[in-house]
Nanobody
Framework: QVQLVESGGGLVQPGGSLRLSCAAS????????MGWYRQAPGRQRELVAT???????NYADSVKGRFTISRDNAKATADLQMNSLKPEDTAVYYC????????????WGQGTQVTVSS
C-alpha cells in the first residue's frame, strides 16, 4: 500500500512553466513505477509520463520535449517539470504509483489542478 500526495499545481500563462511533485509514503518507493496522468473536463484520463523503478521514462507524444519526469528514491518523490505550457495542457493532474508482481496494482493521488490561460 502506498499513499500519494501531489503539489505544485496552479495558474500559469501560456509558455510558462510549472513543477508538480508527488510525495509517496507507506511502502518501499524504489520498487514502484511512477507516472503522471491528466484529465481535462469531458475527456478521459490520459497518460502524460511514466518512469520505471530503473529510471526508464516514457512520454505522451503531446508533451515530448516539453515535460520531464524524474524521481528521487531517497526522498520518495516523483516530479513533473512542465515547460512551454499550452492551454490544452489544462487539466487535473494525477500522480500514479504502480507495482508489477504477479499482477499490476495501481495507486492514485487526489489530483492537482493545472490551468494554462492568459
Amino acid at each position: 500500500q502506498v499513499q500519494l500526495v501531489e503539489s505544485g499545481g496552479g495558474l500559469v500563462q501560456p509558455g510558462g512553466s510549472l513543477r508538480l511533485s508527488c510525495a509517496a509514503s507507506g511502502s518501499i518507493f524504489r520498487f514502484y513505477g511512477m507516472g503522471w496522468y491528466r484529465q481535462a473536463p469531458g475527456r478521459q484520463r490520459e497518460l502524460v509520463a511514466t518512469i520505471s523503478p530503473s529510471g526508464i521514462t516514457n512520454y505522451a507524444d503531446s508533451v515530448k520535449g516539453r515535460f520531464t519526469i524524474s524521481r528521487d528514491n531517497a526522498k520518495a518523490t516523483a516530479d513533473l517539470q512542465m515547460n512551454s505550457l499550452k492551454p490544452e495542457d489544462t487539466a487535473v493532474y494525477y500522480c500514479n504509483a504502480y507495482l508489477v508482481l504477479t499482477d499490476r496494482k495501481d495507486y492514485w493521488g487526489q489530483g492537482t489542478q493545472v490551468t494554462v490561460s492568459s
